[in-house]
């Protein structure tokens, strides 16, 4: 059984520092994507960053860009999401999701962690 568990959470001031890890367990192979994403409660679900498998770019949403970076390893079958200058807006629930087929850039997302809450202060 497929298990994602995100750690790392918690609060901090803003223009603070945070780093998330999603540790992937019941697969023995690489994931085709990962990526983290956060929701609030009755919000839209907002994908901020993804990282692909085989390849060097990662994929990273505009309202983060410059602050947050994602970042892969397979021998420990983890990722990571080092989230920097963070702003009270940053203040969610972050899951981490997996996805085994991809095609392209568009990934078939079917594994998500329960999450890890972040607050900002100001």
């Known amino acids: 059984q497929v298990q994602l568990v995100e750690s790392g959470g918690g609060s901090v001031q803003a223009g603070g520092s945070l780093r998330l890890s999603c540790s992937v367990s019941?697969?023995?192979?690489?994931?085709?994507?990962m990526a983290w994403f956060r929701q609030a409660p009755g919000k839209e679900r907002e994908y901020i960053a993804t990282?692909?498998?085989?390849?060097?770019?990662?994929w990273v949403a505009g309202s983060v860009k410059g602050r947050f970076t994602i970042s892969e390893d397979n021998a420990k079958n983890t990722v990571a999401l080092q989230m920097d200058s963070l702003k009270p807006e940053d203040t969610n629930m972050y899951h981490c999701?997996?996805?085994?087929?991809?095609?392209?850039?568009?990934?078939?997302?079917?594994?998500w962690g329960q999450g890890t809450q972040v607050t900002v202060s100001s």
């Open positions: 999701a997996a996805a085994t087929h991809r095609a392209g850039h568009t990934c078939s997302y079917n594994y």
């Open positions: 019941g697969y023995n192979l690489n994931m085709a994507c």
């Open positions: 990282i692909y498998d085989g390849e060097n770019t990662p």
